[in-house]
C-alpha cells in the first residue's frame, strides 16, 4: 500500500480564527500541487502561545471536540477528499482543572472522525513545564488501519520515550505520524533530527514528523523511512512537503533488520517493550 503525505509547517498564532484560514488555504494548495491521501497539521495547530503565556489565556482559546474549529477541519477532509491531522487546544470536561488538553484529532477522507489522541508525556524540561498548562492524556495511541498502512502516532516531546515509539510498532504500526512545536534552542534541531531518524529505524517504520515554525520553534519537519533515510524535508520557514510510503519498503528493510523480532523481552524491565 502506498501513501502520499503532505507535511504542513506553519507557524500558528493564539487565534483559531487565523489558524482555521491558513489551513483553508494550505488544503486548497496541498490539494492543487500534490492530491495527497493524508495532510497533517502541527501540535497545537489550533492555536498556538509563546513560551511564558499564562494558564488563562491558553485556556481561554479551549474548543471541545465538537466545536467549531474541529467542525471545520472535518468539513476540509470531506471537501478535498483526503484525510487531515491535526493539533487542537481541547477544553478539559473536567470543570475542577483550569488546565486545556494538548490533541491531536485526525479525520478521514469523508470528514468523519477517525481518530482522537491526549498527549500523555508532557514537555516538563528545558526550563519549561508544559504540565502547569496542560492536562495530560492516559493511554498510548492504537494505530488505525487505513488504505496507506496502519497508521501509529504520537506528539513532539514523546519521541524522546522510546518506549513509546516501540508501543506503536509492537501494535503494529508502519507509519507513525508525529505533529510537533519543538521548542528552539541549543542542540535542539540536533536532537529532534536525530530522535526522529532513531524512532524510526529501531522500529523499522515510518516517522513523519510535521513541526511548528517561527521565533520559538525549529521547524525541520522531516520524513524518515524504516531504514532511517530521510525522504523529504523542511528548512525554517512555511512549507509544504510531500513524503511518499510504502508498505512493501517496510516489510522489505523488516526482513533486512529483524532487530524487533529478535528482542529478549524477558531480559528488560520494562517487559512487553
Given at each position: ?13 493564539g487565534?483559531?480564527a ?6 483553508e488555504?494550505?488544503?486548497g ?18 492555536s ?14 479551549a ?5 467549531p ?12 477528499g ?6 487542537m ?7 475542577a ?22 498527549k500523555?508525556?508532557?514537555y516538563?524540561?528545558f ?56 521548542a ?11 530522535l ?14 510535521c ?32 513524503a ?12 533486512k ?13 520494562a517487559?512487553?517493550?
Amino acid at each position: 500500500m502506498k501513501g502520499k503525505f503532505v507535511l504542513a509547517q506553519t507557524a500558528s498564532v493564539g487565534d483559531p480564527a487565523v489558524n482555521l484560514k491558513k489551513a483553508e488555504e494550505l488544503a486548497g494548495k496541498a490539494w492543487e500541487a500534490f492530491q495527497p491521501d493524508v495532510l497533517v497539521f502541527p501540535e497545537m495547530f489550533m492555536s498556538f502561545f509563546p513560551w511564558g503565556t499564562d494558564r488563562d489565556t491558553v485556556r481561554s482559546t479551549a474548543q471541545p471536540l465538537e466545536g467549531p474549529f474541529a467542525a471545520r477541519m472535518r468539513e476540509l477532509a470531506k471537501r478535498y477528499g483526503m484525510w487531515i491531522v491535526f493539533g487542537m487546544n481541547e477544553a478539559s470536561a473536567d470543570p475542577a482543572d483550569r488546565r486545556a488538553r494538548n490533541t491531536i484529532v485526525m479525520a478521514d477522507d469523508r470528514g468523519e472522525l477517525a481518530a482522537v489522541y491526549r498527549k500523555t508525556h508532557l514537555y516538563d524540561a528545558f526550563g519549561y513545564r508544559e504540565s502547569d498548562l496542560i492536562r495530560p492524556g492516559d493511554r498510548l495511541f492504537d494505530p488505525i488501519e487505513t488504505p496507506f498502512g496502519r497508521i501509529g502516532l504520537f506528539t513532539c516531546y514523546e519521541v524522546r520515550f522510546p518506549e513509546v515509539a516501540r508501543d506503536q510498532r509492537r501494535k503494529g504500526a508502519d507509519i507513525v505520524l508525529m505533529p510537533a512545536a519543538w521548542a528552539a534552542g541549543a542542540l535542539k534541531s540536533l536532537h529532534f533530527r536525530t530522535l526522529v531518524t532513531a524512532r524510526a529505524l529501531e522500529n523499522g517504520v515510518y516517522v513523519l514528523a510535521c513541526d511548528q515554525c517561527g521565533a520559538d520553534t525549529v521547524g525541520e519537519s522531516l520524513a524518515v523511512d524504516p531504514m532511517g533515510v530521510t525522504i523529504a524535508g523542511a528548512g525554517e520557514g512555511e512549507t509544504l512537503i510531500l513524503a511518499s510510503t510504502d508498505t512493501e519498503r517496510v516489510r522489505e528493510v523488516r526482513r533486512k533488520a529483524a532487530s524487533f523480532d529478535q528482542r529478549r523481552p524477558d531480559l528488560y524491565r520494562a517487559e512487553g517493550l
